[in-house]
């Protein structure tokens, strides 16, 4: 059985190595994985591993496997 891990934010910014403003432009425009809440409140977000290597992945395809 696979284990879904979930990345909190500076996972993400390393993995992406984008800012975090970078990353809140991207969700606002809808271009980034979907946060999860990790608390009633809201306040602890994450990403599933899975989304963030498909969105990476996906990067590479548009840029032809050229990382920019």
């Known amino acids: 059985m696979a284990v879904t891990r979930i990345l909190k934010i500076q996972e993400v910014l390393h993995r992406c190595s984008i800012s975090r403003s970078s990353l809140y432009r991207l969700i606002s425009k809808g271009h ?29 395809s548009i840029n032809d496997g050229k990382l920019t």
């Open 32 to 60: 980034f994985p979907s946060q999860l809440r990790l608390s009633p409140e809201g306040r602890s977000v994450g990403w599933l591993e899975e989304d963030i290597e498909g969105w990476i992945s996906s990067r590479k």
